[in-house]
């Protein structure tokens, strides 16, 4: 199948991942990449036009969106966050191809404003599949006019994220005891700070610590302030014994990428303790939780002294994400199965 997608193609991201899976299974994939760095004026101009709610767009996304349909003709047409997708290029994709269905994918929380845009809001009737890795998305995208909506957890890439052996130099550079590698956010850091003041060695990696570092020195706390991508990233999970995963309290998470991406590498998580977690991995088993700053500190201090007891856990967490079926091969084959589905309903 011919498979028209649209997305932030951007080296180690998620939809890019998304992207390799499908034509791992197979398909032909048409990339149209969405990718844009912000900067200078054009960067200001859509910060500008995001906080009234619009989405610029700077990479000409709808034109050639709609010229490579006209050209390649898929049968699919698959848009990954398309907050700059308006509802007159999908109308102008069914005028050129009636049969084609469009999905509408993403990772992010779509009920919340900061992940939404007029352009989005207005063509959510347009898509004959809304997929979301939030469950409480599902009625709230129903209810603003999707046709169809899939739930699906998170994934993870067979090509990155896997058990790597580590150096001693890749420890020393990329790891510790216990790690996060995530953006910032005030009760992350709080409880990474917790730890740090009780004789937990931790060390952050991701954007947005800069400000907050500079305020809250201590010397177990080392902030690198910089994204991981792709094989560097999985590296520094490898490199840590104990992988920390904190959810994202402005998307609502009750699971993010690192909760699959972390057992998929074959190392210890320790993870807030949610339904959707719990639901993921048998606790105690294969991954370890935690519901308050003390139980965290608790757990650090005897999975730090216990490493037969954590190496197992990790190993049982990697062969349930094989057996589970978490890659993001079955996770698009799921979408793909529903689209059938609908396909055959409407038939």
Request: hydrophobic share 35%.
């Amino acid at each position: 199948m011919i498979i028209a997608y649209f997305g932030d193609l951007s080296y180690g991201g998620t939809c890019k991942m998304r992207c390799n899976a499908l034509r791992n299974l197979g398909h032909e994939l048409v990339e149209i990449d969405g990718s844009y760095v912000p900067a200078g004026i054009v960067g200001l101009a859509m910060r500008v036009c995001r906080r009234l709610n619009y989405s610029l767009d700077t990479t000409r996304g709808n034109e050639r969106l709609l010229a490579s349909i006209g050209h390649y003709k898929p049968s699919l047409v698959w848009i990954d966050k398309g907050l700059c997708i308006t509802p007159r290029t999908l109308q102008a994709a069914r005028a050129i191809l009636p049969n084609v269905q469009i999905v509408h994918y993403s990772p992010d929380d779509m009920g919340q404003r900061h992940n939404q845009s007029r352009q989005y809001l207005t063509s959510i009737p347009h898509y004959d599949l809304h997929v979301t890795t939030k469950s409480f998305n599902v009625e709230e995208l129903y209810g603003l006019g999707a046709r169809a909506v899939l739930f699906v957890n998170k994934a993870y890439s067979d090509e990155t994220h896997r058990p790597i052996e580590i150096s001693s130099k890749d420890s020393l550079i990329l790891g510790g005891s216990a790690g996060f590698i995530g953006a910032f956010e005030r009760e992350r850091a709080d409880s990474l700070l917790f730890l740090a003041k009780h004789g937990v060695k931790v060390r952050v990696w991701g954007a947005g610590w800069g400000s907050w570092k500079k305020r809250n020195l201590h010397p177990n706390l080392v902030i690198e302030d910089r994204c991981l991508w792709g094989e560097e990233y999985a590296r520094a999970i490898c490199s840590f014994d104990i992988n920390l995963g904190f959810l994202r309290k402005l998307n609502r998470d009750l699971q993010t990428t690192r909760s699959i991406e972390i057992p998929a590498c074959g190392r210890f998580m320790l993870a807030e303790r949610t339904s959707e977690h719990l639901g993921l991995f048998t606790e105690g088993v294969e991954a370890e939780f935690f519901s308050s700053k003390e139980e965290l500190l608790k757990k650090c201090f005897y999975y730090l002294s216990h490493s037969e007891e954590r190496e197992r856990i990790a190993e049982s967490g990697r062969q349930r994400c094989l057996r589970s079926g978490y890659s993001y091969e079955r996770h698009v084959e799921a979408v793909l199965d529903r689209l059938r589905r609908l396909r055959s309903r409407a038939d």
